[in-house]
């Protein structure tokens, strides 16, 4: 008792939370980015993959718009 090891954590401020929801939006868009990247490099013609990650990108864009507080 009387540690401050015993103590619980405060739960994570709003702030901290949207922070984290951007990094990983903006950790995303740099995946599927590169996943496009190698599609097109390899030359694999897969329409499909790139339109899936295309697809993930936008939606993370509007995550980080929401987040900053635009209706994008």
Known sequence: MGRSG???KPPPADAD???ADIANAMTAILLHSEAIR???TRGTGAQS???HST???MRNVRR?????GDPA
């Open 6 to 8: 015993d103590r619980a």
């Open 17 to 19: 939370i949207a922070n």
């Open 38 to 40: 190698q599609h097109v």
């Open 49 to 51: 993959g790139v339109d």
């Open 55 to 57: 697809d993930h990108i």
């Open 64 to 68: 980080i718009w929401a987040r900053l």
